[in-house]
């Protein structure tokens, strides 16, 4: 059998540890979650020799083993657990040249832990335009350790980090830093409490308030007794490690490190100027969040429009090839369709991560940070949750998914669960329709009509709520989140290809095989519950035939008779029926109850649902419209369709999360059943209550 | 008082002792030690947050955390 060595991938953000995972593993590579969290788990496998194999696992990026997120949490977790079956053989410490002193701090809290370490340094072919010299042979001799000195963008360096790493027997395990200098005292009285334990393990222990899942509990009750050293103590201790630490470093780079200083001033700080700039910099801003829309909301119907008439003629083909029955139906109308809908979804997202993963590896996100912070601090939001707001004018789905990019859990959060409430693009087909029926055709002030005032409107409304339930839901969920602001601003690089596809491919596949499973159940049964019924709805042929024996109809207008009566008489039809008193104050008769909860699929569906129920026998919008016109309403009289209805149903589209995507993929996201349930019950509850103020009050 | 919040965009500074309770001790391990320089690279519309340049390390910290950091003119 092949000889397995685990490797852990540990640095900085920005240091380009992505891109050399990527390089070692390729696509033999597989992105899932840390158990209970959701914190991206990246591993691969790179053959090294003829019999050894590396097991490779990315971890989180982390500037030092003091965790403060949860990403961070998971790097720590893994280095002491020697039980973890992921617990690496060796560590790789990927360091930018630029950036070694830092980057070193890092390394120094690996190697102190005793696992073989090996220092690959990045960006080696940058050293030259920078003017940097480094003596490798003093640095590893300084270091205890052996150095590769890689690009990962020129591919260069590999074979000799991959020969390190088979060879990793051959590094010393000795400490960069003996931890008891730090506080003399202190540590004396845990060497003698735990005599054969290592000092900066215990030390880690008890400074990080991180779960250890598997340590043994007689121990952790000895450990917290140590934390009863008051906090404030514990972090001067900390800081006194941390300058420690430094000025060791300091002292390796003094004698191997020269960096020219005259060659400083470039590429960032010219760049800076126009992109940072207080007015330049956000028109640039909103330019390419202008191109980010542009290409979720126009340029992907191109493919989407591809993927449905694709699906739609697979099932016609399995219709017609199949033998008629219920099971063909399953297959042809319910499962095809099913999986129709969360193809549908590839292109938007492929799109906005395609744009998402340029703007992160460029180093530009954190200038839109930096430009945003002041703003959206103000909401509980971060400057990052600019891009998922915007995206969720398109679709919430790959919105939500972008959130993975902010680091701070409280913001990831509330960023997911506003998003549903911008105006999507679903959403459009049910607006554009009301209005047109219920607001009249008058221009105002000559040039704007007020239809398209009103639509405009309806986009502002869900960017206002959105932010109101954010400042909202900063101020009363009470979520543990260390909160404090640095953010690190990195070099601007042009984006590697590879790392740009890996990631665009990961995500589409994430959502595939993850969300993707609850949207095909939650179709399958919707489509079971709009195509069967008990009683009538199987004798609906007849029934509708002997209503209309007297009348002479095409067989076309019969079918569309016969779909409208099936629907009616289905389980989603008498479910719509069930729900009338309900929705009856808010303007709405069972009719637009079957539609509202069809529109579950997806809001679109909306419209399609009331033309099969009028049995209109028609996509025109046109011809939907004017049966939709002559609506009656049967308790009042008049037009069902009034103004008080119609901004009834406006209203409660834009506030009910009715879209069952959303939900499996804010279950993704979140790792739990709680919030999606939690933010559904909550947006529809405000649906509810703002369509029955507005109902109630207009009509 | 001088600390960083009060540097004007350009300025270079020696950052002075500061106690550990109130800055965070990630802004220590990004290279904010007392002794380093800093320099005001930029500040954001509004006047925050503001961009740092600490002994060529890059950073953006808000004008809270910056106001608790003392320092002395080069």
């Known amino acids: ?699 | 008082m001088l600390t960083i919040a009060t540097l004007k965009k350009g300025q270079r500074a020696t950052i002075l002792e500061f106690s550990v309770d109130v800055v965070p001790l990630k802004l220590l391990e990004m290279g904010c030690l007392p002794g380093n320089e800093v320099e005001l690279v930029q500040i954001a519309p509004f006047q925050d947050p503001l961009y740092l340049n600490i002994n060529g390390s890059h950073l953006a910290i808000r004008k809270e955390t910056a106001e608790k950091i003392e320092v002395k003119l080069i």
């Open chain 1, 1 to 699: 059998m092949a000889k397995q060595i685990n490797v852990a991938l540990i640095g900085n953000p920005n240091t380009g540890k992505t891109s050399v995972f990527n390089r070692l593993t390729g696509l033999n590579q597989q992105v899932g979650n840390y158990p209970g969290i959701t914190v991206e788990k990246k591993q691969g496998t790179c053959k090294l020799s003829r019999n050894v194999k590396a097991h490779v696992i990315d971890l989180p990026g982390t500037y030092s083993l003091n965790a403060s997120s949860l990403d961070e949490n998971v790097v720590i977790e893994l280095l002491l657990n020697k039980n973890d079956k992921d617990f690496p053989d060796v560590a790789v410490v990927v360091a930018d040249v630029e950036n070694l002193k830092r980057n070193l701090l890092l390394f120094t809290q690996i190697k102190d832990l005793g696992i073989p370490t090996i220092l690959a340094i990045n960006m080696a072919d940058r050293m030259k335009r920078k003017a940097i010299s480094l003596d490798i042979e003093i640095l590893e001799e300084k270091l205890e350790t052996k150095i590769a000195l890689i690009s990962s963008r020129k591919n260069e360096g590999f074979d000799s980090l991959k020969e390190l790493i088979t060879n990793f027997g051959k590094l010393n395990n000795k400490p960069c830093l003996n931890a008891s200098v730090i506080a003399p005292e202190y540590f004396n009285r845990l060497r003698k409490t735990f005599p054969n334990q290592d000092l900066y393990k215990l030390w880690l222990v008890i400074t990080q308030d991180v779960n250890f899942g598997k340590l043994d509990r007689q121990e952790l009750k000895v450990v917290a007794s140590f934390k009863t050293e008051s906090e404030s103590n514990l972090k001067r201790l900390q800081q006194k490690e941390t300058i420690a630490r430094y000025q060791f470093i300091n002292k390796v780079l003094k004698e191997t490190l020269i960096v020219d200083a005259a060659n400083a001033k470039d590429l960032r700080s010219r760049l800076d100027r126009v992109l940072m700039h207080k007015f330049w910099g956000y028109i640039i801003f909103f330019g390419i969040l202008l191109l980010i829309f542009q290409a979720i909301f126009d340029w992907s119907t191109y493919p989407m429009d591809w993927i449905d008439s694709t699906f739609a003629s697979f099932s016609e083909w399995t219709k017609s090839a199949m033998p008629a029955g219920d099971f063909t139906n399953l297959i042809a109308e319910g499962i095809i369709p099913g999986l129709g809908g969360i193809v549908i979804f590839i292109p938007q997202i492929a799109f906005l991560f395609l744009f998402i993963s340029i703007l992160e590896e460029s180093g530009y996100m954190s200038r839109v940070v930096f430009l945003m912070d002041r703003v959206m601090r103000r909401f509980g939001l971060s400057g990052k949750s600019v891009v998922p707001l915007i995206s969720g004018t398109a679709c919430a789905i790959p919105a939500i998914m972008a959130t993975r990019n902010i680091e701070n859990w409280k913001e990831r959060l509330i960023t997911i669960l506003v998003t549903p409430f911008t105006t999507c693009a679903a959403r459009l087909p049910v607006y554009l329709i009301i209005i047109s029926l219920v607001i009249p055709e008058q221009r105002v002030l000559g040039i704007f009509t007020l239809q398209g005032l009103s639509l405009l409107f309806m986009y502002f409304l869900g960017f206002a709520s959105a932010i109101v339930s954010a400042w909202l839901l900063d101020r009363f969920l009470k979520v543990k989140s260390k909160t404090f602001f640095v953010v690190e601003m990195p070099n601007y690089k042009l984006p590697l290809f590879k790392n740009v596809a890996i990631t665009v491919l990961e995500k589409t596949k994430s959502f595939v095989f993850g969300a993707g499973k609850i949207i095909l159940a939650i179709s399958v049964i919707l489509w079971v519950l709009a195509s069967y019924g008990p009683g009538d709805f199987n004798n609906a042929e007849s029934i509708v035939n002997e209503q209309h024996i007297s009348e002479t109809l095409t067989d076309q207008e019969l079918d569309t008779k016969i779909a409208a009566f099936k629907l009616e008489h289905s389980y989603i039809g008498i479910l719509g029926k069930g729900i009338e008193p309900a929705v009856a104050p808010l303007g709405y008769d069972w009719k637009i109850g079957i539609a509202i909860v069809s529109s579950f699929a997806a809001r679109e569906v909306f419209v399609g649902t009331l033309a099969t129920i009028y049995s209109v026998g028609s996509e025109e919008e046109e011809t939907i419209k004017n049966r939709m016109a002559a609506e009656v309403n049967p308790i009042l009289g008049g037009p069902l369709f009034n103004f008080a209805s119609g901004v009834s149903l406006l209203l409660f589209y834009a506030f009910a999360m009715q879209c069952m995507s959303t939900i499996a993929i804010v279950k993704k996201e979140t790792n739990s059943w709680k919030w999606p349930i939690w933010q559904f019950t909550v947006m529809t509850a405000i649906a509810y209550i703002v369509a029955l103020g507005a109902y109630q009050f207009l009509k």
